[in-house]
């Protein structure tokens, strides 16, 4: 990747793309973000953010904003925020954009993003990133950052390499506190420990994070889930987490208070659920690891129930 | 039980109760109807019943109506169609009309309600019913009698004794078909086979029959509980079902077209859901005997969280 002027482009640019591209577009980096559904009405308004670090706004003459790929540059990093139920359509987005050098930075949801991407365009160009941003869109298009940023990002194989250090040193340059790790896929199943009872019983059961904490019921199955989860971790990824990460994980939720998950969200708005990445992925993971994750497994059936249950029912939501 | 003029008491004259207890007071046999909410209605309205094997009414002044057990005759024979839910009433419902030959007779859903009744009035009182009737409930208070009426009955304790022909000959010469059968547990368990998933998928993700079993994700839950409860019953009830019981059960469900199952349109409702003497029971009965039943485990949380869920949410049904 050239490091003095690289060409970044941002596939995918629902709120966490805008907001990432946005901050780096702000510090004067030359960014290209393809757009779908929100193309005319950021060809009108250009990208508006609120938020806590700064707000700031990019106008509509000055946002490099696309609506088909091959229109785009090649870029020397493409960040990926797609939906991960839109992964499919990687290889007709991405193709485009590829150079040699080119590198694949996804920020997606659950397990299996990094793979996907490995066995289209090399394994050599992929990292993956965990972004711990609360992000809204407002009805009229502005971006609401409401709290954290956090970037984790890593070498899909391997550790912390020289071009990592400096794709994290340019974000952070951009007012994107972003970290280096050694370890994605620890990272990786970290958040799958919150993300699997929380979006999957969350979708399935329309229910927020603190009745499923604050009830004997609620918190029976979302310890299960964890301890289902980790020991996965163990088997699939060869990762060890501390013996109170159950505790930790109940108690950083505690502090949430009657938190909407992204997948509820989903499911109370008609969207797709991302079922595969945060369920199927994992389940398959721990299968092929010889591991035995009950809930988990019935917890994946469940949201696929759901989906196609909303499917054959009226919106009454 | 004097067969000649048995006294009879209906406890939880809902739709159940009603219609068995009113078919055999329209035979002339002397039934006593013990109501809760629906007193003041009967008092004015009397019983009526609409069915395809004949309507009936029995107008309010000939019918036998109480609301305290108290001010009821001792009995021969009580039959109990409470909900399971309330089975913690049993002691001053059922107490005032007990007499030395007493035969209580229970027509409630799941397992365990034998087992308490032995447990507070004598074992050798105990009998179970199995009631295959499609009833409502009109918000008029006529009860619409909608399809079949067997009615299966059986020792708590032993197989067919004479006692269990005579009270089985009793509705049989009132329009109700009823069986005598060897063997009460393996009927309770047969039904648990389907009430299990139906109700309790049903209930927990508000979904009807059709698309439970019309849906690859509905079909692996169903058969998955299916099989666990088979299981159960092989091992907590000595019983041992045909190899083909789950495509019976399957193909059964076919034929009934997108039926809603009571827990279902009790959660819909409002009401309170029978998660203790369908899964919880079964559930305890499973771990007693040391089988393990991880889906069954994971319903029967998911319907208590729903059950707590709505508690704390408005109603938007």
Redesign the interface.
């Known amino acids: 990747m050239s490091l003095e002027e690289p060409v970044i482009a941002i596939v995918g640019s629902g709120a966490v793309g805008s907001y990432y591209g946005g901050r780096l577009a702000q510090h004067g980096h030359d960014v290209h973000f393809l757009f779908r559904s929100d193309y005319q009405m950021v060809r009108r308004d250009g990208l508006r953010v609120k938020s806590p670090d700064g707000d700031f706004a990019i106008a509509a003459d000055a946002l490099r904003a696309y609506d088909r790929p091959e229109a785009m540059p090649k870029a020397d990093l493409v960040l990926i925020a797609l939906k991960a139920t839109a992964n499919h359509v990687y290889q007709p987005l991405i193709r485009p954009m590829i150079k040699d050098d080119t590198i694949l930075l996804t920020v997606q949801n659950g397990l299996g993003n990094e793979r996907q991407l490995a066995a289209l365009f090399g394994t050599e160009r992929v990292m993956g990133g965990l972004a711990f941003v609360c992000l809204n869109r407002m009805p009229d298009g502005v971006i609401l950052h409401l709290d954290h940023g956090l970037l984790q990002i890593g070498e899909f194989i391997g550790g912390a390499t020289p071009r990592l250090r400096r794709v994290a040193e340019m974000f952070n340059l951009s007012g994107v506190q972003c970290q280096p790790i050694d370890n994605l896929s620890y990272g990786r199943w970290e958040k799958l420990v919150w993300n699997i009872p929380f979006n999957g019983?969350g979708a399935?059961?329309?229910?927020p994070t603190d009745?499923?904490i604050g009830?004997?019921?609620?918190l029976?199955?979302v310890t299960?889930l964890m301890a289902e989860v980790i020991e996965a971790a163990a088997a699939a990824g060869g990762i060890h987490f501390p013996p109170d990460m159950i505790e930790r994980k109940i108690n950083h939720t505690k502090s949430m208070g009657a938190y909407r998950t992204s997948m509820q969200i989903d499911r109370q708005e008609g969207r797709e659920l991302e079922i595969e990445a945060i369920l199927g992925e994992p389940l398959r993971a721990a299968d092929s690891a010889g591991v035995r994750t009950?809930?988990l497994r019935?917890?994946y059936?469940?949201a696929?129930?759901?989906?196609?249950?909303d499917r054959?029912k009226p919106r009454?939501?």
Chains 1, 2 share one sequence.
């Open positions: 019983l399935v059961m329309d229910t009745i499923l009830t004997e019921a609620g029976t199955l299960g009950p809930s019935m917890l059936h469940l696929r129930l759901a989906k196609d249950s054959n009454s939501r």
